[in-house]
């Protein structure tokens, strides 16, 4: 999943091959066991390569504009100046982030692409949610000291017109952080519950029950310590996938920020995934430790 919680692939076989990464970022890699399974001992490999980007920018209309971390620069796409270029000075593992946003009223569909000094595309975006959000987001650690080269253009393809529009680009320097690195999957029985944390290194938590098909099904958050904001996930597994049944940031009931879904009725018996976050989920502030139960309606 990525650090959306938007399943990019899944397997029953134990193995994943040729999952292509959407973006630069932080992924998380849930294995859990199979249905009736017991527990056991695990090793996870993994292994990538680094395919060849095409470009989907048009050709550019002006020379490069020099940019500085830190910076933010506005500029217009339109058909005289499809594309515009910009240059800054990074340093080897620098963990840069560029956002390019249109305005407010622009009609832009940004496209954003990153190059190295010899023009070898190290990260391209289009969409930061395919379908939800037109603006365009990198995340990457920087290899070598040097000059890098931002390529701020629009969507071109064949089953949408051009745009144009004015936008924003800013380059911002992050900090490395262990984001979802070695979060564990807890299993879950009805009428059980667990303790997590959420803390400024690992903002999600995941448990996984078994559930049958039409039990109604409560799910509550109990905050314990800290100031957490929590918001609750719930999917269910879908042949290879997971997919979302239900969500929640504050409880429908009022007066707390302790995440709740009340009389979730599940589509079907099999494996259901719970992830808990905060609000914000790694942009967010809030810490604690809390408790989480799964409670079935008596038939």
């Known amino acids: 999943v990525d650090e959306n919680l938007n399943a990019l692939a899944a397997s029953s076989t134990g193995q994943l091959d040729g999952v292509a990464v959407p973006s630069a970022g932080q992924y998380a890699v849930l294995v859990l066991p199979g249905s009736g399974a017991a527990a056991d001992d695990y090793t996870l490999t993994w292994s990538g390569s680094v395919p060849v980007v095409a470009t989907s920018a048009e050709p550019v209309d002006s020379g490069p504009q020099s940019i500085t971390i830190g910076q933010s620069v506005t500029g217009v796409i339109d058909d005289q100046t499809p594309s515009r270029l910009y240059?800054?000075?990074?340093?080897?593992?620098?963990?840069?982030?560029?956002?390019?946003?249109?305005?407010?009223?622009s009609e832009l569909d940004c496209y954003l692409e990153l190059q190295d000094s010899a023009g070898g595309v190290i990260d391209a975006n289009d969409d930061i949610i395919p379908g939800q959000n037109r603006n365009s987001e990198i995340v990457t650690e920087l290899p070598v000291e040097g000059t890098y080269l931002i390529v701020a253009s629009r969507y071109v393809g064949s089953d949408?017109?051009?745009?144009?529009?004015?936008?924003?680009?800013?380059?911002?320097?992050?900090?490395?952080?262990?984001?979802?690195?070695?979060?564990?999957?807890?299993?879950?029985?009805?009428?059980?519950?667990?303790?997590?944390?959420?803390?400024?290194?690992?903002y999600l938590a995941f448990f996984v029950f078994n559930g049958?098909?039409?039990?109604?099904?409560?799910?509550?958050?109990?905050?314990?310590?800290?100031?957490?904001?929590?918001?609750?996930?719930?999917?269910q597994a879908v042949s290879d996938d997971w997919?979302?049944?239900?969500?929640?940031?504050?409880?429908?009931?009022?007066?707390?920020?302790?995440?709740?879904?009340?009389?979730?009725?599940?589509?079907?018996?099999?494996?259901?995934?719970?992830?808990?976050?905060?609000?914000?989920?790694?942009?967010?502030?809030?810490?604690?430790q809390f408790s989480v139960a799964v409670t079935v309606e008596a038939q």
Not at 87 to 105: C, K
Not at 215 to 231: A, E, F, M, P
């Open 87 to 105: 240059t800054f000075e990074g340093s080897a593992g620098d963990t840069v982030r560029l956002l390019m946003e249109a305005t407010d009223g």
């Open 212 to 235: 049958n098909a039409a039990d109604v099904v409560t799910i509550s958050i109990d905050h314990l310590s800290g100031n957490l904001d929590s918001v609750l996930y719930l999917y």
């Open 243 to 288: 997919v979302l049944v239900a969500s929640n940031d504050d409880s429908p009931l009022g007066g707390t920020y302790e995440a709740l879904l009340v009389d979730i009725i599940l589509p079907q018996t099999g494996k259901y995934l719970i992830a808990v976050t905060r609000y914000g989920l790694d942009a967010g502030s809030t810490e604690g």
């Open 160 to 202: 949408a017109p051009f745009t144009s529009g004015a936008f924003e680009l800013t380059v911002e320097q992050q900090e490395a952080t262990a984001g979802s690195a070695g979060t564990q999957v807890v299993p879950l029985t009805y009428d059980q519950s667990a303790v997590g944390e959420i803390t400024s290194d690992q």
